[in-house]
């Protein structure tokens, strides 16, 4: 098991919420997740807090916290899920968070995010959270609205680097295709050309 850094106030300039509940899930993500989806999910808070202080929408940094580090858990235990992997992770992520003392609405709004981040179409009517999240993973995955992060981007990738995120993970998203054909990821991948899409990111240049 990795040691646990100290919870950090800022991440590239960018703030972190400091309640104990954000600082019981940096913990847990330490712990629990394979260091690519670790980064990853950072990587997602801080490009969706940027593109939302950017547009001035009215976010909660708790919930798009909380969602972009627990939003991807289902992937690195596929072997145990028995549903898609957002679905798994949405309900994992609700037990847990209002274990540790969040209110269960807020709690609701953090599963949610998590299981419309891998849908088509997200909109505001779903919550600024949801759409954040559904764009920075959008972002960080593909290089969706690349520019709008460009002021912190090399800040936020050299505290958490993309190492090699890409192939782990467009191989966990092809073992859920395999195996539950009926999910998202089989979407994405046999449907919208994910492969070719991350091949022609502007990550593979930056």
């Known amino acids: ?107 609701e709004r953090v599963a949610i995010a998590i299981i419309l981040h891998m849908r088509p179409s997200v909109t505001l009517a779903d919550g600024a959270e949801s759409v954040l999240l559904d764009r920075a993973t959008g972002l960080d995955v593909r290089g969706a609205e690349f520019e709008l992060v460009a002021n912190v981007r090399s800040g936020v990738v050299r505290e958490f680097p993309r190492g090699d995120f890409d192939r782990r993970f467009l191989a966990a998203i092809s073992r859920e295709a395999t195996a539950r054909s009926t999910c998202q990821s089989a979407r994405l991948l046999n449907e919208v050309g994910l492969a070719a899409w991350m091949a022609g990111s502007p990550w593979t240049t930056s």
Do not use: K
Not at 15 to 26: E, K, M
Not at 57 to 67: K, Q, S
Not at 80 to 97: D, H, I, K, P, W
């Open 1 to 107: 098991m990795r040691p646990v850094p100290p919870f950090p106030s800022q991440i590239a300039g960018i703030g972190v919420p400091r309640d104990p509940v954000s600082a019981a899930t940096w913990r847990w993500a330490h712990r629990s997740l394979p260091t690519y989806l670790l980064t990853h999910s950072v990587r997602s808070y801080c490009w969706g807090a940027t593109i939302g202080d950017r547009e001035g929408l009215a976010f909660d940094p708790r919930i798009l916290w909380t969602a972009s580090l627990l939003h991807d858990l289902g992937l690195a235990r596929l072997p145990r899920n028995t549903m898609c992997f957002e679905v798994e992770g949405a309900e994992f992520a609700r037990r847990f968070l209002e274990r540790e003392g969040m209110p269960a609405p807020d709690a």
